[in-house]
T-cell receptor
């Protein structure tokens, strides 16, 4: 299967700072990428859909000014958590698809801890 | 609102026993249903999707629109089936998925 890689795998940041998480498709062109958030022992919650070259579409209840998503190329999408607070601590997962009827492939996730 | 319900958080069976992981959904429109699996320390991967009607690793799932269910079944569980299983529903945008909370399956030797 295709490979999607997230970087970093873990990050600790201070409250009030911003942190960027990268999601890369390594061996295919990802026309669409998705960002999810997973709280401990809970399900994945879809945050936003990101299409290359256009603005992300956010799910209801997700603050777009808080979670900035950029999908500048067909192999890279970034999620920036701005002015992070401890309640933003979570596991963030991306997935990517090349479009059509192909499945979406998941990254390994990024554990964000805000102290 | 779109919702996927997996009532069992944990499920344990012995090797060779049948296993069924339950999934019910509430979704406006005609969703596509999926089962994803996450083995220990690995990423999520697609196990099967209802439109393909395939059997993967001995697992099958039938979409029951009347009961809005998509239960995952395997007649004879194996130890290597131990993993977290997520049911998910999606619409026309492939990859835009709503997940259930997951069921941790443990298969004892």
């Amino acid at each position: 299967g295709a490979v999607v890689s997230q970087h970093p795998s873990r990050v600790i940041c201070k409250s009030g700072t911003s942190v960027k998480i990268e999601c890369r498709s390594l061996d295919f062109q990802a026309t669409t990428m998705f960002w999810y958030r997973q709280f401990p022992k809970q399900s994945l919650m879809l945050m936003a859909t990101s299409n290359e070259g256009s603005k992300a579409t956010y799910e209801q209840g997700v603050e777009k000014d808080k979670f900035l998503i950029n999908h500048a190329s067909l192999t890279l999408s970034t999620l920036t958590v701005t002015s992070a607070h401890p309640e933003d601590s979570s596991f963030y997962i991306c997935s990517a698809t090349s479009g059509g009827d192909t499945e979406a492939f998941f990254g390994q996730g990024t554990r964000l801890t805000v102290v | 609102a779109q919702r996927v319900t997996q009532p069992e958080k944990l499920l344990s069976v012995f090797k060779g026993a049948p296993v069924e992981l339950k999934c019910n959904y509430s979704y406006s429109g005609s969703p596509e249903l999926f089962w994803y699996v996450q083995y220990s320390r690995q990423r999520l991967q697609l196990l099967l999707r209802h439109i393909s009607r395939e059997s993967i690793k001995g697992f099958t799932a039938d979409l029951n629109k009347g009961e809005t269910s998509f239960h995952l079944k395997k007649p004879f569980a194996q130890e290597e089936d131990s993993a977290m299983y997520y049911c998910a529903a999606g619409g026309s945008t492939l990859g835009r998925l709503y997940f259930g909370r997951g069921t941790q399956l443990t298969v004892w030797p």
